[in-house]
């Protein structure tokens, strides 16, 4: 198994408006929430994980937690990710909390693909890409909060205007995204 000598952060402060209960704190496999279980089946192949979230209180476990910068009070991946490069100010793995099925491998690859002048690496799958499965380099920080300044939420097109890398993996399944309750349901049978 691959190590990547760079840091993992699990992207868990969202809205789960489709799920209807915060995804971040579904039970999953043996552990008593989703994240839990994303830190301990990756935590043997990173430098460090932390988790990003807009308050540490909903969770009732020890993390590294990466609290959203105030300033911006919207619930946004964006907003999740300047936080994110503001606390760690390095190139920084990223995974969304809700894709218990993403490996190590995929990262291994995307790290790669890392250069000194790319902005960001992102997974693709025949489906779509995947940009919280991804890397990004503190080279966002400006980009990003650009964006922000002006409502911009949308990823794709922060990404459309940086040097962004993207990796191309043959399989949809690893990046199964639990967003609905039907998701969660099957995604907790192919366990
Ligand atoms: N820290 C942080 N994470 C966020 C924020 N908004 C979304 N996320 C995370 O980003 C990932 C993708 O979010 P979405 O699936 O688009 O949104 P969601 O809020 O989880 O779900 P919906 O409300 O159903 O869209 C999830 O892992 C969320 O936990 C935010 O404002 N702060």
Redesign the pocket.
């Known amino acids: 198994m691959p190590f990547i000598p760079l840091p993992l952060v ?10 209807g209960s915060d ?2 704190l579904l039970p999953f496999g043996d552990f008593k929430t989703l994240t839990e279980y994303q830190l301990a089946r990756l935590q043997p192949f990173f430098e460090r994980l932390h988790v ?3 308050t540490r209180d909903k969770f009732d476990f020890d993390a590294s937690f ?3 910068n105030t300033t ?1 009070t ?7 990710l300047l ?2 490069l503001e606390y760690v100010n390095k190139p920084v793995c990223i ?5 218990p099925f993403v490996t190590p491998e995929i990262f291994h690859a995307l790290a790669n693909n890392l250069k000194e002048t790319t902005d960001a690496v992102i997974a693709v799958s025949p489906s779509s890409s995947h940009p ?1 499965c991804a890397i990004y380099a503190p080279s966002m920080i400006a980009k990003i909060k650009h964006a922000l300044q002006h409502h911009n939420h949308k990823m794709h097109h922060l990404l459309e205007q940086s040097k962004t890398h993207y990796v191309h993996f043959k399989e949809d399944a690893p990046f199964l ?1 639990l ?2 309750p039907e998701d969660y349901a099957y995604a907790k049978e192919r366990l």
């Open positions: 699990i992207v868990a402060g969202g809205k789960s408006s489709r799920m995804k971040a990003s979230t807009k990466i609290e959203d911006y919207e619930h946004s991946p964006l907003v999740a936080s994110i995974l969304s909390v809700d894709t919280l995204n967003n609905h």
